[in-house]
């Protein structure tokens, strides 16, 4: 299974709809084919073993003639595929005041690690069945795997342009999302999602702890006083508190721009100790690959330097309707996707931060967020955030 078996499809896909665009009264274009692949495994201790396979192939068009901008996507990679996709483009055009589609001196690419092999077959089966093995046995019998589900996927796709521009990327990728509970009826089921960046060097007993250790802290509530109170936060929750302030760092309009308030004296917004990317070219983050969705060469954008915001990501539609530099921040999972601004993989640079002993040992009266009950949300209108 990989994304690159179909590449021939893929590429006369792409040549199709090449070929209607340059036979057709367009002045430019943009094509977007893409193959997908992905198997789930579900490894259930008592249970037959379940395995489900998803496939999706789609080519996707963008035009743009006498001041109107379409877009179409159709499924597979089809001669028929290209010629609806086209169509469709030409059926939905809408008049534009810019140019939608990034000029040739501005795309590129990055050279990044070729796409990682997948596991081989029944290495899902046994990472699943040494996990319920080994939850168990750190946890003392207090806990059991529920189930356990590997996904494994590849994909591969090709982004060309009517300036003779095209790109071409192959990746993969593997996660683990496991499912415990306790041995008592009283327990709850807790979930915990890994991505794997490299199978090959997965450590199955390092999962197992890291999974049933914040299991079985979290197994009874603890009652606290009312109070000021310092917050540790575990990584999950960080992430998801990170997660909802991210919309800070996108292109927005002067009227839905709320991080200028949010900034004191000095233009700070978060202390020295917070800096963060949004890294496009780490091998082993999920979202990777040589260009953005729109063609811009891949990089890594510093969107906050030692609590002080730097630079805003948008796609190149965005940057022009909200004067941001055009600097690569669109974002294209899917063939059906409109690129659209996005953090791809937002990093947090640890060089300035503290060991976690230390960290302990400085808290006072503390509370450590172990797992989110509920969504993290942040007002930005108001300065608040709840978790």
Not at 64 to 72: I, M, N, P, S, T
Not at 137 to 151: F, K
Not at 203 to 212: H, M, N
């Amino acid at each position: 299974m990989s994304g690159s078996d179909h590449g021939e499809r893929l590429h006369s896909a792409a040549a199709a709809a090449r070929t209607l665009l340059e036979n057709s009264p367009v002045e430019r274009w943009e094509v977007f084919a893409k193959a997908s692949f992905a198997r789930e495994v579900e490894v259930a201790p008592g249970r037959p073993l379940r395995v489900i396979h998803v496939e999706e192939t789609g080519v996707a068009v963008r035009s743009l003639r006498d001041g109107r901008a379409g877009f179409a996507a159709a499924s597979g990679l089809g001669s028929s595929a290209s010629r609806r996709a086209v169509e469709g483009a030409f059926a939905t055009e809408t008049a534009v005041t810019h140019d939608p589609l990034p000029p040739r001196r501005l795309l590129g690419t990055t050279e990044v690690r070729g796409a990682s092999p997948l596991p081989p077959t029944g290495w899902a089966t046994h990472v699943g069945e040494e996990l319920a093995r080994a939850v168990t046995n750190l946890a003392d019998g207090c806990l059991r795997l529920r189930r356990a589900i590997i996904q494994e996927g590849a994909f591969s796709w090709i982004l060309a342009t009517g300036d003779d521009w095209v790109a071409r990327h192959d990746g993969t990728g593997t996660a683990l999302l496991a499912e415990v509970e306790g041995v008592s009826n009283r327990a709850g089921v807790w979930r915990d999602w890994l991505h794997i960046a490299d199978p090959e060097a997965f450590d199955v007993e390092a999962a197992a702890a890291r999974i049933s250790d914040r299991a079985l802290l979290t197994r009874s509530r603890v009652a606290t006083d009312s109070g000021l109170r310092d917050l540790i936060l575990h990584p999950e929750v960080a992430a998801q508190l990170l997660s909802a302030i991210a919309p800070l760092f996108l292109a927005m309009p002067d009227d839905e721009d709320h991080l200028p308030a949010l900034l004191d004296r000095d233009g700070r917004l978060a202390s020295p100790a917070l800096t963060l990317f949004d890294d496009r070219m780490d091998p082993e983050a999920p979202v990777t690959g040589p260009c953005d969705g729109e063609g811009f060469a891949a990089h890594r954008t510093l969107l906050l330097d030692e609590g002080i915001p730097r630079h805003r990501l948008a796609s190149f539609r965005d940057a022009h309707r909200c004067s941001e530099s055009a600097r690569g921040g669109a974002l294209r999972l899917s063939y059906r996707d409109y690129p659209s601004t996005g953090i791809a993989n937002l990093q947090v640079e640890t060089g300035n931060g503290v060991p976690a002993g230390q960290l302990l040992g400085a808290a006072d009266h503390a509370l450590y967020l172990l797992r989110p009950l509920a969504q993290v949300s942040v007002t930005p209108k108001t300065d608040t955030y709840r978790i």
